[in-house]
Structure formats: structure tokens, C-alpha cells
């Protein structure tokens, strides 16, 4: 199981990015795929989560701001950030849950700078 994230950049506070969180290895559709962030100096943190039946969550921090969504026939998860603000710059990771083990991808980076 692989996870490849990428969509990272440097993006201006009230702005928008999308992160893409594609897998191989695993069908997206049938696990459990969230989003954690990890800002210098923090420890990693939840940001949001898709489950196999397509139910979503999300950290209070995010709520309103970012939507998580999934491509199947693209086998990608997706994370829409609007409305960046700079205490939202970290590295943004993706985990899928396959048979109760966790996988992790390798993380993008978010910067929210003016």
C-alpha cells in the first residue's frame, strides 16, 4: 500500500489549495482515508476524514473551510482548503486504515504566507 500526496504550495492568506492523496496498493473507496497536518514545533494533528460508506469529518479548526472528498474511478482522496489562514501552514499528510493497519504518504507542504 502507497499513498502519494501532492498540492502542496505557498499560498496567500484567504486563499485556496487542493491536496490530492492518491493510492495504490489499496481501493480508496473500501477504507478509511483521513488528513493530519503537522505545523513546526506540533505534534501531527486530524484534519479531516472520509470512511468506506462516504461519511465525513472534521477538526473544529477546519469545519466550513475544508472538504474532504474522494475520486474512486481515480482512486484519490481530496482535500479542498479555502479561506488559508497562516496557523494553517504545516505538512499535510494523508493515512488509509487497510485491515486495521495504518499507511501513511510522505506528506506535502502548506505554506500560508503574505
Known amino acids: 500500500v502507497q499513498l502519494q500526496a501532492s498540492g502542496g504550495g505557498l499560498v496567500q492568506p484567504g486563499g485556496f489549495l487542493r491536496l490530492s492523496c492518491a493510492a495504490s496498493?489499496?481501493?480508496?473507496?473500501?477504507?478509511?482515508v483521513a488528513w493530519y497536518r503537522q505545523a513546526p514545533g506540533n505534534q501531527r494533528e486530524f484534519v479531516a476524514q472520509?470512511?468506506?460508506?462516504?461519511?465525513?469529518g472534521y477538526a473544529d479548526s477546519v469545519k466550513g473551510r475544508f472538504t474532504i472528498s474522494r475520486d474512486n474511478p481515480k482512486n484519490t482522496v481530496y482535500l479542498q482548503m479555502g479561506s488559508l489562514q497562516p496557523e494553517d501552514t504545516a505538512i499535510y499528510y494523508c493515512?488509509?486504515?487497510?485491515?486495521?493497519?495504518?499507511?501513511w504518504g510522505q506528506g506535502t507542504l502548506v505554506t500560508v504566507s503574505s
Open positions: 493515512r488509509i486504515m487497510v485491515r486495521g493497519r495504518y499507511y
Open positions: 496498493g489499496t481501493v480508496v473507496s473500501t477504507n478509511f
Open positions: 472520509v470512511s468506506s460508506g462516504g461519511a465525513t
